[in-house]
């Protein structure tokens, strides 16, 4: 599978979150080539949601579309060690640390900016980037 045809399935999952300001997808393909794919979502309990839709209340509630993809290929029980991770948004510090946990060697990302701030985003470059992951820019697919 090419890296657009990913990254078209990453922002076609970020079109299923919930959340009504920030709509991010995740597809990783494992070194078996099974994929997992995820989006933002809140947890806990739906009745709740609309109260918890603003920031930054949100933050506690929300489970970023990278962490729902690493977690669901685990409970599928996949090894993700040289796995490739594509994500329409910048990871944020917090799932920059998971993924280079997790064994995923490369992520491709489109470089859009409305998930992390400019504070962070250097900080989950330096996290890749030190733990040997590599870090690819994409252009948004058209489609
Ligand atoms: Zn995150």
Redesign the pocket.
Known sequence: MSDDILMKAAFKASNRSDDLHTKVGAVILCESLDTCTANNFYVGDDSKKEERQDRPLKYAFTT????GAIMGSFRMGHDLKDGKMFVTHI??????R?IAQSGIARVVCAMQRT??SDVDEPITRAILSECDVEFVEHEKPLG
């Open positions: 970023h579309a990278e962490e990871p944020c510090p917090t799932c920059a998971l998930s992390t």
